[in-house]
């Protein structure tokens, strides 16, 4: 199937070394303010690995709040979820605030994309919005056609 | 409260300037904090000031400058 649609695109970096200062300044205190259980428990190993992983998903939360566009309160951090996919890919899962701005928005799919290297973390956040909707109309992009579902 | 405010600012906000140079009103965003950074600044202010900043007070506009992180401070702790 064929339809009009929007985009929207975000992306983020993150210092890999900031995380591992937070995470050894704050502790499960940072920890549990900004990422789920979920992700939490999906960054495992050393901790310089375990760094670059909380890194990018933290890039992919900013990416994601900047496909979001909200105006004044900001999602929480942990209603913007990296979700890891057991076949190996990731996506992104919202709820709450963050749930109820890319309902608003016509969002219909989020497609991410992480990665690290060195010191350097950084996430791309690809938003479909439905045709009809505001974000369609409003995002300043000619609407493009997109087959969903279907094989490209 | 200001001079705590800019000490934690300077440690946790990785500023590329100094602070010094920062009026309280300037948006620390367009100084080049960032949001993991504002993220440790909100820490290292519930640590100080023995407060925990409620979800509806994680606006950018809550961290964006000293004159609103000082408004935000005194309502939490009521001084």
């Known amino acids: ?152 | 409260m200001d001079e705590m405010i800019r000490t934690i600012l300077a440690e946790y906000g990785h500023l590329p300037v100094d602070m010094a140079k920062i009026r309280d009103g300037d948006d620390l965003y367009q100084a080049g904090m960032t949001s993991h950074a504002s993220v440790n600044v909100m820490l290292a202010l519930e640590d100080e000031f023995d407060v925990e900043f409620p979800e509806a007070m994680l606006r950018k506009s809550t961290f964006e400058s000293v004159a609103a992180i000082r408004v935000a401070l005194s309502e939490l702790t009521g001084s």
Do not use: N
């Open chain 1, 1 to 152: 199937m064929s339809t009009g649609a929007a985009i929207r695109v975000g992306t983020d970096v993150v210092a890999v070394h900031q995380v591992a200062d937070s995470v050894a300044r704050f502790g499960t205190r940072y920890l549990q303010r900004v990422y789920t259980e979920h992700e939490i428990s999906s960054c495992t190993g050393s901790p310089p690995v375990r760094a670059a992983g909380l890194a990018a998903r933290f890039a992919a939360k900013e990416a994601t709040i900047k496909v979001l566009r909200p105006v004044g309160h900001q999602p929480d951090w942990r209603s913007v979820e990296v979700r890891r996919d057991p076949r190996g890919w990731c996506t992104m899962a919202l709820s709450g605030h963050a749930a109820a701005l890319a309902d608003q928005a016509g969002i219909a799919d989020l497609a991410v994309s992480l990665t690290h290297e060195g010191d350097v973390a950084a996430a791309v956040v690809v938003a479909l919005c439905r045709s009809g909707t505001d974000s369609a109309e409003r995002s300043g992009m000619p609407a493009v056609p997109v087959h969903i579902g279907g094989a490209a």
